[in-house]
Nanobody
Framework: QVQLVESGGGLVQAGDSLRLSCAVSGRAVSTFMMGWFRQDPGKEREFVAAISWNSGPFLADSVKGRFAISRDNAKNTVYLQMNSLKREDTAVYYC?????????????????WGQGTQVTVSS
């Protein structure tokens, strides 16, 4: 059974940095397309970043130059490094795993999801 567990969220000030972690169990992270999404209440889930064993990284335009996605196969974990955080980055951040690399920026492409971790950026 595949499980994804996010951690690392919190309350920070604008301009600060955070690193989110997504620990994967049940299957090697290197066999997935791994993605990060975020969602504000009342809004659609939004693509943030994705990476697979042979493609990417891919980043949403809104986070390019500030965020980075990486993968540690030995720890079976995916990370989202977030720098220069802005108020508009406030959301619940979700880690997701897909079996295929197509449509990596679309939530329906992902089969497995974590429970989410809250990131709040104050000005």
């Amino acid at each position: 059974q595949v499980q994804l567990v996010e951690s690392g969220g919190g309350l920070v000030q604008a301009g600060d940095s955070l690193r989110l972690s997504c620990a994967v169990s049940g299957r090697a992270v290197s066999t997935f397309m791994m993605g990060w999404f975020r969602q504000d209440p009342g809004k659609e889930r939004e693509f943030v970043a994705a990476i697979s064993w042979n493609s990417g990284p891919f980043l949403a335009d809104s986070v390019k130059g500030r965020f980075a996605i990486s993968r540690d196969n030995a720890k079976n974990t995916v990370y989202l490094q977030m720098n220069s955080l802005k108020r508009e980055d406030t959301a619940v951040y979700y880690c997701a795993a897909a079996n295929f690399i197509n449509n990596y920026d679309q939530p329906p492409a992902y089969k497995y999801w974590g429970q989410g971790t809250q990131v709040t950026v104050s000005s």
